[in-house]
């Protein structure tokens, strides 16, 4: 066998291999072995009959054939270890010429690891942005909190914005009901934009009793695309008006809505304004490992191979397809609902997959250098966890028990651990 390897870029190689007739007798001696084992001759148990009868049963083709597949799985391997090279993916391969027993070439295109380096993680000079709870964010957690216990009372006035009407509806379009657009002594708050512009509006100033027709367009980019952009005309049937007024913010409602936990206004404000701001400083945390990542990928040496962009970029697609689909949603209602061309989608889909590749490959090198590692106890005590979360999943517990999923969970605690490191190399 010889071999020869060239650079195509700092990604990607090219391993040429030519094999001559020693190695292809030798790959389809062993060939015909294994067929002599599994060829049935007259006269002749199983695997008994003699090499030279069992030959004349065999079809020439598809020995060559199978000598073919069998020379690139053989030689492959030891080719790629031959040059040294350490592929990130199976290598493209491709057979120049192969003339049965007397020789054969092919071709190998690996994709590689460049050459990277690390830069320094130490001063990356990103800080940290704590947002604090303000008023008004308290005053909309109260405000909803007094909508939550508002009382309903009927009026017999004409309805404004505020009120709580009881409706039945039939959508229309081209004159024939459309599915999805009708309900029977439907609930719906004007003015809270839960239905389609102009829907609600055209129902303020009307009574119990009445009925009537109200005409509205979809939006450009609703879902259903058979009615994105399209008039149509609802048929209006008022059963009630209902006031609200929202509870008073008193002790009284704090006791009710905290079921005890708190006996006045302030201590529920403290309380609202405590968990706002643990949940502003979770995101603003988030956010700094992010930009503590993406300083570290700035400051190194770091180039994503396109074997490994698309990997991520096709794992990017699966979640979204699933997402879309829990949602009830094909892929082309998911684009309209997002804003977005196919093109203008995977376009944010091939730049999220690099960005993603070239982070783990910069907390990678870091590891390394600072001899970061994932231990076994570590990795079961997260599959154990993982194990008690989904114990009414039969096939999540099925999942669990394989070597791919202990290798995911492993390299997540990996990367988990590397940016905590980041984190604590980056405080003083």
Request: glycine share 6%; no cysteine.
């Amino acid at each position: 066998m010889k071999t020869n390897l060239k650079k195509i870029s700092d990604t990607k190689v090219e391993i040429k291999v030519k094999l001559d007739a020693d190695d292809l007798k030798q790959v389809q001696d062993t060939v015909i072995e294994e067929l002599v084992k599994s060829v049935r001759v007259p006269g002749f148990r199983q695997g008994k009959a003699p090499r030279s009868m069992v030959e004349k049963q065999l079809d020439p083709n598809d020995v060559a054939n199978r000598v073919l597949d069998k020379a690139v799985r053989q030689t492959s391997g030891k080719a790629i270890a031959e040059k040294q090279v350490l592929p990130v993916v199976a290598p493209s391969i491709t057979v120049e010429k192969y003339v049965n027993g007397e020789m054969m070439e092919y071709t190998m295109e690996v994709e590689v690891l460049p050459d990277m380096k690390l830069g320094d993680y130490k001063k990356l000079g990103v800080k940290r942005h704590h947002q604090e709870a303000s008023q008004k964010d308290i005053d909309e957690v109260l405000a909803g909190i007094a909508k939550a216990y508002s009382k309903k009372a009927t009026v017999e006035r004409a309805a404004k914005n505020g009120d709580e009407v009881v409706i039945d509806f039939l959508g229309k379009k081209d004159g024939k009901p459309f599915e999805g657009g009708k309900a029977e002594n439907y609930a719906l708050e004007l003015g809270s934009g839960s239905f389609i512009p102009g829907f609600e509006e055209q129902i303020v100033g009307h009574k119990a009793g009445d009925e009537f027709e109200i005409q509205v367009t979809f939006p450009e980019d609703y879902g259903e695309k058979s009615l994105a952009g399209q008039e149509v005309i609802f048929e209006i049937k008022l059963h009630e008006v209902k006031e609200v007024t929202p509870a008073p913010i008193d002790d009284e409602l704090v006791k009710q809505a905290g079921e005890g936990r708190f006996q006045t206004v302030d201590e529920l404000k403290a309380d609202i304004k405590k968990n706002l701001e643990y949940q502003n400083n979770q995101r603003s945390e988030e956010e700094y490992k992010d930009k503590l990542v993406e300083k570290l990928v700035e400051k190194s040496q770091i180039q994503a191979p396109e074997a490994l962009i698309n990997d991520q970029y096709q794992l990017i697609k699966q979640d979204t397809l699933r997402n879309a689909n829990y949602h009830n949603m094909d892929f082309a209602e998911y684009l309209d609902y997002v804003g977005k061309t196919e093109a203008e989608w995977e376009e944010f889909a091939q730049e999220l997959a690099k960005n993603r590749v070239e982070a783990m490959l910069a907390l990678q090198l870091l590891a390394k250098e600072a001899k970061i590692e994932v231990t076994d106890e570590e990795i079961d005590a997260k599959i154990a966890e993982f194990a008690h979360a989904y114990r009414n999943s039969r096939e999540m517990l099925k999942q669990l028990k394989q070597p791919a999923a202990r290798n995911d969970i492993g390299g997540r605690l990996l990367i988990d651990k590397t940016v905590d490191f980041l984190v604590k190399a980056n405080e003083s």
